[in-house]
């Protein structure tokens, strides 16, 4: 196979690549990390501005209501509602994933009396499990860590909430969230996906999984921009049950009405806690949008296409780098990861060469294939790059171990 003729056939045929001019990158950069922070819509700073000038600079506080600031966490949440095959009052934007996860861990427990333990999986991403600790050290959990293969054998009855990352944000490795659920449902326990890695990239059915919550990140796949606001899911059936614990005013039924007694809002609104960040709903409401018309199942369909592409490439090259995602594209989200015990310089010697993706402490190369703009010459590139790499061993530049504070 010749990679370079082959990656020109498929960008030629790519029903998505007018969406890549959608998009700001910067010249000479193959950026293989929109996982982990997306690209910048092209969109974005305009309405930024608007923002800024005339519903700030101009509308002052009347933007509230005249900008419809006050329903943005609401609106952007029906927007990301489709993305994950829920329905539109059951998703809010807002705060972080890891607060999110505080606010429906505490509800979780809350609604199985007598049970405390959370049980997850060890290697999940860190803030899942600081945020089970958190509420252990408040007396309220217990947490219960157990490998994959043994989760449904350890669904006992003293498990309250069953708490995994959809897609493993080191490895790739998706979860059967169906099955899952049903055999959390069956133990009596519930379940909180965690969609930070799945959301915009793969394609999920909430609803269809009978998913009790789910939180999930928004500068991602969804391209709302570093920091922007997470997002909360619960299921209709619960709603008339839930009760968070960071009752703050904004998830009050009348914020307005300045009572001293907290009732809160009906609904998914409840799960507000502070004053919104409107100028990141704002970022992030552009990312949906976007992510959202191209459409998550052609999404799915080229980031299986781009990573299977960059095997085939790796191996034109003759490349033979042990990879920890699952080989079937279907058993994975949309990265690859490799595992070399110099994987740290590997990837400051691709970033020198203008191809950024990431490291995993200890060992772990992620390479992440954002559908919505990359393009198959740049997966084709870049494996090109990883195969000079190697060859020349040019990673052994002591300049490339200096590990810098984030990586
Ligand atoms: C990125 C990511 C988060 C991020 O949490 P923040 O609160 O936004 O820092 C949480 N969970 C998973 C699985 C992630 O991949």
Not at 202 to 230: I, M, N, Q, R, S
Not at 287 to 296: F, N, P, Q, S, Y
């Amino acid at each position: 196979m010749n990679p370079q003729a082959r990656a020109a056939e498929f960008d030629a045929a790519d029903a998505l690549a007018p969406f890549r001019a959608r998009f700001s990158l910067p010249e000479g950069v193959i950026y293989l990390d929109g996982n982990s922070l997306g690209a910048l819509p092209r969109a974005t700073p305009e309405v930024l501005r608007r923002v800024l000038e005339q519903e700030w600079g101009e509308g002052l506080i009347r933007s509230w209501n005249d900008a419809g600031w006050f329903e943005m966490a609401g609106r952007v949440g029906a927007k990301i509602a489709p993305l994950i095959g829920a329905a539109p009052g059951e998703v809010i934007a807002c705060d972080s994933t890891s607060v999110n996860l505080f606010k429906l861990i505490a509800a979780a427990l809350r609604m199985r009396p007598g049970r405390k333990v959370i049980l997850s999986e060890p290697g999940n991403f860190p803030t899942d499990l600081y945020m089970i600790a958190g509420l252990e050290a408040q007396g309220l959990a217990t947490r219960r860590l157990v490998e994959r293969e043994a989760l449904v054998d350890a669904l006992g009855d003293d498990i309250a909430l069953l708490l995994l990352t959809h897609v493993h944000y080191k490895t790739g490795a998706m979860h059967d969230m169906a099955a899952l659920t049903r055999a959390a449902h069956a133990a009596g326990a519930l379940v909180l996906w965690d969609l930070s890695h799945s959301t915009g990239a793969v394609p999920v059915d909430l609803t269809a999984a009978e998913a009790d919550f789910a939180v999930g990140c928004g500068y991602k796949y969804l391209c709302g921009g570093p920091g922007a606001p997470a997002f909360a899911f619960v299921a209709h059936r619960h709603h008339a049950d839930l009760v968070q614990p960071l009752t703050g005013w904004f998830g009050h039924a009348a914020p307005f009405a300045f009572s001293d007694d907290y009732v809160p809002a009906p609904g998914i609104a409840q799960l507000q806690c502070g004053t919104p960040p409107v100028l990141g709903l704002a970022a992030l409401e552009v990312g949906v949008d976007l992510i959202a018309e191209i459409g998550v199942a052609r999404l799915y369909e080229k980031s299986q296409a781009l990573s299977q592409f960059f095997l085939a490439c790796l191996a034109a090259h003759g490349v033979a780098l042990e990879c920890v995602s699952p080989p079937d594209s279907s058993a994975r989200g949309s990265q690859l990861s490799f595992r070399h015990p110099e994987a740290y310089a590997i990837c400051q010697a691709l970033i020198a060469r203008g191809v950024i993706g990431d490291f995993r402490d200890p060992d772990v190369l992620r390479l992440g294939f954002a559908p919505a703009y990359l393009r198959f010459a740049e997966v084709a590139a870049a494996a090109r790059h990883l195969a000079e790499v190697l060859a020349s061993g040019e990673w052994q530049n002591a300049a490339f171990g200096q590990r810098a504070a984030v990586t």
